[in-house]
């Protein structure tokens, strides 16, 4: 009868761990094709809804992506942005109001998706790839910048001057008035263009003066002197040459081209880092997975140990290594619990999937598995072929060298002495109420000079500006009263250190630049070469350690055969139980692995987004060009 019962007991076991490790085989084998999977997840946690699908996000940006940030109201919106320059209410960012109800709130869906979707929807969400993108704007508001050099400059003025001077001879004013009183009026306006063609400056000056006065020896009072007047300063030797003035346009272009570059780079980093998130959270619900079923095992052989026990057919010890090996797992268990929360939350921090606009976003349930059957073609050569022709790193540093031989192109000019040609020509014309006066003994007097009381004056002569403001204006354009200059100024340091000085600094950044890129040459054939090593070893190790997790169950199967006859003890079967669930951990990291070195491969070859099928292209900032840089 106590035979019996041993044998039933050791038929029961034999049952129990035949039915968990099939569970098991079943799980694993058709993990790689699920299509969906809640590992980790409790029956009180909320339904997994599948995400909907996701539009291609748009990663190149625009040239006119500045225009939200830029005042493009004009000069009627100037009465407007003085009034709001009070409003210091206005200012107070969202950020900075703490709201304890907002950082309650919490959303308790938990979306199912893929790897393509997850990236598509970090691209779109996530705060830091966003600030990343601003990064070519504000390089293109550089731009702007430069070509702003080339805006017109206008300059107003208006005023009114009054003196009364004490008379120093009798002949200045009536008698009845002891003092030499002056009245002028200024209206003058000037514009400045500096020209984007030959860099020289154009100046265009009207300026008016009106002046009414008591002064008897003014014979022309009031009057009015308008004066139109053109300038050219043109630099003939330093800072000349056919566009040369905009070369700081073409610095800033380039730069901006810079920054394109490295927020593509900033991207590919940030797609990376969300596929790895991705497949860090399928390995830990793997690895909870498998840490639940060696706990599971655990607890089976603790209940049937304490079973044989009772019947007096297995010693205490047994009981209590099973017993030790249960909690054990148990603390596995918690582990791997924690290493999947925390994976949880990075994943979901990253792709900030938040419809709701809660302070917690939404968890995400992986719909990917890894597929070790998937083909990865690796060809060194071509590998470093696509790495030289896309990465971002490569083409920044290839943009920057180019900015630094614009730079060394400028400081080379500067070496020239600085030679103007100044030139100006001008208009102006005198009118009002001329005066008839004492004709000095000319020979044609033009008026005739009366006093009050006499019938008939004396003969005078009066000059011939008799008219107002308009007749100026019209009779300046006649060219009777005009000015001209033209004369040339030389400058230049005798030893012209600083020009030297400032060119040899250029030409040691640029050198220093075109050996950095060779430099990141060697980095980028490093971490090529590296990552086809990683794909071709994880490519091995995957079916290495899918073997030995077969030859373990295998082995683990022969040893419950063996503790059933009472030929192994629970020493034994526990310790071919840790070794399959060795076996079947390092199964999972293996293939996470070959998914990550995937991921890494495209990474060095500079093709993560186009996998993904986002698409990158180098926006041209010199199309948009201000129609003051067009001359």
């Not at 300063?233 to 073409?250: D, E, I, M, Y």
């Not at 800033?252 to 394109?260: G, L, P, V």
């Not at 007749?471 to 009263?481: E, G, I, V």
């Not at 034994?572 to 990291?589: I, K, P, T, W």
Request: charged residues 20%; negative net charge; aromatic residues 8%.
């Amino acid at each position: 009868m106590k035979n019996l019962t041993v044998r039933l007991l050791l038929a029961a076991l034999t049952v129990v761990t035949a039915q968990t490790f099939t569970a098991r085989t079943a799980t694993a084998q058709t993990s790689g094709a699920r299509a969906g999977g809640t590992s980790g997840s409790s029956a009180a946690d909320p339904a997994v809804p599948l995400v909907g699908s996701q539009t291609t996000p748009q990663v190149s940006v625009p040239i006119s992506e500045n225009n939200r940030f830029e005042q493009n109201q004009g000069f009627m919106d100037l009465p407007s942005v003085f009034s709001h320059q009070w409003s210091v209410a206005r200012e107070i960012p969202p950020e900075s109001i703490i709201n304890r109800d907002y950082i309650r709130t919490r959303s308790r869906v938990r979306r199912l998706m893929t790897l393509k979707q997850a990236v598509y929807i970090a691209l779109i969400n996530n705060p830091a790839i966003k600030a990343a993108r601003l990064d070519p704007v504000a390089a293109q508001e550089a731009v702007n910048m430069a070509w702003a050099e080339f805006d017109p400059d206008s300059l107003a003025n208006m005023g009114t001057i009054y003196s009364a001077l004490p008379i120093s001879t009798p002949i200045e004013t009536f008698a009845a008035s002891p003092a030499l009183e002056t009245q002028q009026y200024e209206w003058n306006f000037t514009l400045n263009k500096i020209l984007a063609s030959t860099n020289g400056t154009l100046s265009l000056q009207f300026n008016n003066l009106y002046e009414n006065t008591n002064n008897l020896t003014q014979t022309v009072n009031p009057y009015y002197n308008p004066l139109l007047q053109i300038s050219l300063s043109q630099p003939l030797l330093r800072n000349f040459g056919w566009k040369f003035a905009t070369l700081s346009v073409q610095i800033a272009e380039s730069q901006q081209k810079q920054s394109q570059w490295l927020y593509e780079q900033a991207a590919e980093d940030f797609v990376l880092r969300v596929a790895s998130d991705y497949w860090n959270l399928v390995r830990a619900q793997e690895n909870l997975r498998v840490a639940l079923e060696a706990l599971k095992f655990n607890e089976d052989l603790v209940r049937q140990n304490k079973i044989s026990l009772r019947v007096g057919t297995m010693a205490p010890i047994d009981v209590q290594e099973a017993e030790s090996a249960a909690e054990t797992a148990r603390a596995n268990v918690y582990t791997a619990e924690a290493n999947l929360q925390t994976a949880r939350v990075t994943l979901r921090q990253d792709v900030m999937l938040n419809p709701a606009h809660a302070f917690i976003p939404e968890d995400i349930e992986p719909a990917d598995a890894p597929n070790p059957r998937q083909e990865l073609r690796l060809d060194t050569e071509n590998s470093l072929e696509k790495a030289v022709l896309y990465r971002p790193e490569l083409h920044e540093m290839r943009q920057a060298i180019i900015t630094d031989l614009l730079q060394t192109k400028f400081q080379e000019n500067q070496l020239l002495p600085q030679v103007n040609l100044q030139t100006q020509f001008g208009v102006s014309n005198e009118q009002g109420n001329a005066i008839c006066g004492p004709s000095f003994g000319l020979v044609s007097p033009n008026c005739t000079q009366t006093t009050p009381g006499e019938t008939f004056g004396q003969p005078g002569y009066s000059v011939p500006f008799q008219g107002g403001y308009g007749s100026a204006l019209s009779k300046m354009f006649d060219f009777s009263f005009y000015n001209y200059a033209a004369f040339f100024s030389w400058e230049m340091q005798l030893d012209n250190a600083t020009a030297k000085a400032a060119l040899s600094q250029a030409r040691v950044v640029y050198e220093q630049q075109r050996m950095q890129y060779r430099d990141m040459l060697s980095q980028v054939i490093t971490d090529v070469e590296s990552s086809l090593a990683n794909a071709r070893a994880d490519l091995k190790r995957v079916v290495a350690t899918a073997a030995a997790t077969e030859y373990a169950r295998q082995a683990l199967h022969n040893e419950q055969q063996r503790f059933r006859v009472g030929m192994a003890t629970t020493h034994d079967l526990l310790q071919f139980e840790n070794e399959l669930v060795s076996a079947e951990g390092n199964e999972v990291q293996t293939e996470v692995d070959l998914e990550q070195a995937r991921l890494q491969l495209l990474h060095a070859e500079g093709r993560l987004l186009s996998h993904f099928g986002v698409n990158f292209e180098l926006q041209d900032p010199h199309t948009n060009i201000p129609w003051f840089g067009r001359f």
